[in-house]
């Protein structure tokens, strides 16, 4: 394949450093929701929630930066022009799913932070307390809590779609997944 039909190896190795991130991030975050509290466990048994907790949030943050890396990398440099082959609709709708992946790439940490801020507990990223920047309120939290659940399910709804559509153009050979790698 022509280079210029492909994304730049830095593209390639943060798009896919960072799929596998979102990807463990939901399933964590899916998973720790459900664990049970201290307060719901018989007495002498220890919750690991925070355990869980505190790793989705550093994760998250670690996501976070390389996301604004991602963001500033593709704005100074292009993606390749898709090829001929792929009708204008469906680089419309690339084009649309593709804003919508990298707002909610930045919308997730944001609003997983905000309601992190709003709790009673520091937010520690990987043990290292940050800057409180707002006084604990709980209305405040609830609402970026339904805020980043609203999203989650938004967020899981259009990689779902980003990866049947992967799923599509390897077997149709179109040579598109082969523009996301090295
Ligand atoms: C790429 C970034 C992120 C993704 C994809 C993500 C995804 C998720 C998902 C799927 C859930 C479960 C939703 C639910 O059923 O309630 C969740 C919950 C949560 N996330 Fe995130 N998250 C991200 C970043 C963050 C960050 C940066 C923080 C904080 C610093 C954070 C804090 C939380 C907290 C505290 C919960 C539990 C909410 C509750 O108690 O119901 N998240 N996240
Ligand atoms: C295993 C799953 C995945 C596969 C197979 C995959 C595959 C691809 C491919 C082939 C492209 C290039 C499309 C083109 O030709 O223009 C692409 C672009 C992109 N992917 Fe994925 N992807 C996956 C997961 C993800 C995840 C989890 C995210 C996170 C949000 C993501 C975000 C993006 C974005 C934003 C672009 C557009 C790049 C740009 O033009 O700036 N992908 N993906």
Redesign the pocket.
């Known amino acids: 394949m022509n280079s210029s039909m492909k ?1 730049d190896r830095v ?1 390639v190795a943060l ?2 450093v ?3 991130l ?2 463990a991030m939901i399933a964590l975050g899916l998973f720790m929701v459900e664990l049970p509290k201290q307060s719901e466990l018989p007495p002498g048994e220890e919750s690991v929630r925070a355990f869980y907790f505190l790793l989705h949030k550093s994760l998250g943050i670690t996501a976070a930066m390389l996301i604004l890396v ?1 963001i500033g990398w ?1 704005l100074t440099h292009k ?2 022009p ?1 090829p001929d082959t ?1 009708v204008k609709w469906q680089q419309k709708a ?2 649309i ?3 919508l ?2 707002t ?2 930045l919308a997730m940490p944001i609003s997983g932070y905000l309601q992190s801020m709003y709790s009673k507990y520091h937010t520690k990223f990987w043990g290292i307390e940050l800057p409180r920047l707002a006084e604990a309120n709980d209305t405040m939290k609830a609402t970026f809590n339904e805020v980043h659940e609203v999203l989650a399910f938004l ?1 899981i709804a ?2 779902a779609i ?2 049947a ?3 599509k ?2 077997l149709a050979k179109s040579g ?6 090295f």
């Open positions: 994304y593209q798009h896919w960072i799929a596998a979102i990807l991602r593709r993606a390749p898709l792929v690339s084009s799913v593709h804003g992946l990298y909610l790439m967020f259009m990689i980003h990866i559509a992967a799923v153009h390897k598109v997944i082969e523009r996301m790698t």
